[in-house]
């Protein structure tokens, strides 16, 4: 099983700032096959970026992803109010798995 | 419009039964891989199993193997979840989630809102 571990655990940071997160994989995801959700409380997750790096269909250009191998980053360019939640990411190159996810919250 | 629907959650003792189902509308159903996903409460998100879009496929994770069956029914444009021999650990909210059409292992990109499942004596 391919284990995704995600940090920091939470960034604190205001509107405006920029927010970089990270997704470490035990183990290389076969064809970049790695994708971030947002999830706000109550809801149900919202893909954001598929395959390391394309954006999914309506997803505002301040997202983007990158990365290969077993590192992959979700940069958010200037956070906007909407954007405080968490992220989750996911490989599905081998199995399924998802990490433990990243809490953007307003400091 | 993409819309999944679940239903079927409640409360459950251990050892119990329930049958989970997602009801999907505004797509053509049988050209995707479909999959439940589940999140304990306060918790983070865990794919439980994805089945073909001709059903011919079927896949679960571990801890669920043996107990959980899969299936749908795409005459009715349904997706279901068998869940036998339940846990106290099984308590969730289950979603229904939908790939790409045409891919065989993907990212999922369109989610119900849930069924909560609560099993406890």
């Known amino acids: 099983e391919i284990v995704l571990t995600q940090s920091p655990g939470t960034l604190s940071l205001s509107p405006g700032e920029r927010a970089t997160l990270s997704c470490r994989a035990s183990q290389s995801v076969s064809s970049s096959y790695l994708a971030w959700y947002q999830q706000k409380p109550g809801q149900a997750p919202r893909l954001l970026i598929y395959?390391?790096?394309s954006r999914a269909t309506g997803i505002p250009d301040r997202f983007s992803g990158s990365g290969s191998g077993t590192d992959f980053t979700l940069t958010i360019s200037r956070l906007e109010p909407e954007d405080f939640a968490m992220y989750y990411c996911?490989?599905?190159?081998?199995?399924?798995?998802f990490g433990q996810g990243t809490k953007v919250e307003i400091k | 419009e993409v819309q999944l629907v679940e239903s079927g959650g409640g409360l459950v003792q251990p050892g119990g039964s329930l049958r989970l189902s997602c009801a999907a509308s505004?797509?053509?159903?049988?050209?995707?891989?479909m999959s439940w996903v589940r999140q304990a409460p306060g918790k983070g998100l865990e794919w439980v199993a994805n089945?073909?879009?001709?059903?011919?496929?079927?896949y679960y994770v571990a801890s669920v193997k043996g107990r959980f069956t899969i299936s749908r029914d795409n005459a009715k444009n349904s997706l279901y979840l068998q869940m036998n021999s339940l846990r106290a650990e099984d308590t969730a909210v289950y979603y229904c989630?939908?790939?790409?059409?045409?891919?065989?292992?993907?990212?999922?990109?369109?989610w119900g809102q849930g069924t909560l499942v609560t099993v406890s004596s």
């Open positions: 089945m073909k879009h001709d059903g011919r496929e079927r």
């Open positions: 395959g390391a790096s």
């Open positions: 996911q490989q599905y190159g081998t199995s399924w798995t």
């Open positions: 989630a939908r790939s790409p059409a045409g891919v065989p292992a993907a990212h999922f990109d369109y």
């Open positions: 505004g797509f053509t159903f049988s050209n995707h891989w």
